[in-house]
């Protein structure tokens, strides 16, 4: 019941501060996330920055597609899914680093595991 009275506190003393409420909640601890006036997200509870990602930000982009009748546009895209999938890689590993909780490390070796998986099956990829 205290720590409830403390978060309480917490949230209250932000949102006279200046920050925002978001109408979203931290996939921790289930809080509301809070934006500072630098335009951060961050949870509030549990001192974390929280990284919002639109799910519909990609439907705009390009489709890329590659064909059989160009090769060289194949492997310039294999290229270019192998330095996004490293950098993904090294992404995590660096929150990595800094995280404590073992669910949240789970999840970040399992995206890791499924990255890694990705990369071994693009070297495999051939085109008949």
């Known amino acids: 019941m205290v720590l409830i009275k403390e978060d309480a506190r917490i949230m209250a003393d932000l949102l006279k501060s200046g920050h925002k409420m978001l109408s979203l909640s931290c996939p921790i601890c ?4 809070f934006q500072n006036k630098s335009g951060t997200n961050f949870c509030a509870i549990c001192n974390r920055e929280v990284l919002l990602v639109d799910k ?3 439907k705009n982009d390009v489709d ?3 064909t059989v009748n160009n090769p060289l546009e194949i ?3 294999d290229s270019e899914i192998n330095s996004v999938l490293i950098e993904k890689i090294n992404w995590i590993a660096h929150r990595l680093e800094n995280e404590t909780q073992l669910h949240v490390i789970n999840e970040y070796l399992e995206l890791i595991l ?3 998986n990705i ?3 693009l070297k495999s990829f051939k085109l008949s």
């Open 119 to 121: 990369l071994e099956k």
């Open 75 to 77: 492997t310039n895209l």
């Open 64 to 66: 890329i597609k590659p």
């Open 30 to 33: 289930n809080n509301p996330i």
């Open 56 to 58: 519909d930000s990609n």
């Open 114 to 116: 499924n990255l890694l």
